[in-house]
């Protein structure tokens, strides 16, 4: 599985955008971007994932670059129930193939939403 | 609440017991997956299963042990728990065992 590299943290504003980088340059074309959240010891969330277009879900939105070796998370208006570890996963095809779903987690971002 | 539920939420047990943590996935998920949280090493994969049958395989000890039930259900099997086995355990379920995962709330094991 391709190896993601992610700040180890950021600050972000209430009600403002927060914009989360994920680099992973050895993507393979079979791979997805994943990003989960994890909040003070919960169960991590599943929070958006992307092939090679751009995805847009309740929750975020996800911008893959063209050649696909690095994505952003974007939580539109951030609120401080949004401060999590966000985890940015690149796990192999979702269809077809032999390779299965086990997600590789990485150290995250710690990302914090301030009043 | 993402669906799957794992019991017991927390386990206090001391070194050389044996333990059994229960998962039961979402309503309609094939796969169950098993992670383990501690503070030194992170989010890890140890094992999944797909109706019934193991799927892939992380780094798992041999200590340890998995199995899913004809109802879906799975339980993971720790023995000769040492100290460094203290951690969370996580539990998720997919549907066809290659899509987003949902993780349960986690089973806080502390062996002193």
């Known amino acids: 599985d391709a190896k993601t590299t992610q700040p180890t943290s950021m600050d972000c504003a209430e009600g403002r955008a927060a914009n989360l980088p994920c680099n992973h340059s050895?993507?393979?074309?079979?791979?997805?971007v994943y990003w989960y959240r994890q909040i003070h010891s919960q169960g991590p969330q599943y929070i958006i994932h992307?092939?090679?277009n751009n995805e847009t879900n309740e929750m975020a939105s996800l911008i893959i670059t063209e050649d696909r070796k690095s994505s952003t998370l974007i939580l539109p208006h951030a609120t401080l129930r949004d401060t999590a570890v966000y985890y940015c996963?690149?796990?192999?095809?979702?269809?077809?193939?032999?390779?299965?779903?086990?997600?590789?987690f990485g150290q995250g971002t710690i990302l914090t939403v301030h009043p | 609440d993402s669906g799957v539920t794992q019991t017991p939420k927390h386990l206090i047990t001391a070194t050389g017991q044996r333990v059994t943590l229960r998962c039961s996935p979402r309503?309609?998920?094939?796969?169950v997956y098993w992670y383990q949280q501690s503070l030194d090493q992170g989010l890890q994969f140890l094992i999944q299963?797909?109706?019934?049958?193991?799927?892939a395989k992380g780094n798992i000890l041999e200590r340890f042990s998995a199995q899913q039930f004809p109802d879906l259900h799975s339980e993971l099997n720790l023995s000769s728990l040492e100290l460094g086995d203290s951690a969370l355990y996580f539990c998720?379920?997919?549907?066809?065992?290659?899509?987003?995962?949902?993780f349960g709330p986690g089973t806080r094991l502390t062996v002193l």
């Open positions: 998720a379920s997919s549907t066809s065992g290659k899509d987003e995962q949902f």
């Open positions: 992307g092939l090679k």
């Open positions: 996963i690149v796990s192999p095809t979702r269809a077809g193939g032999t390779s299965y779903g086990k997600l590789t």
């Open positions: 309503s309609g998920d094939l796969s």
């Open positions: 299963y797909y109706n019934g049958e193991e799927r």
């Open positions: 050895t993507i393979s074309g079979n791979e997805y």
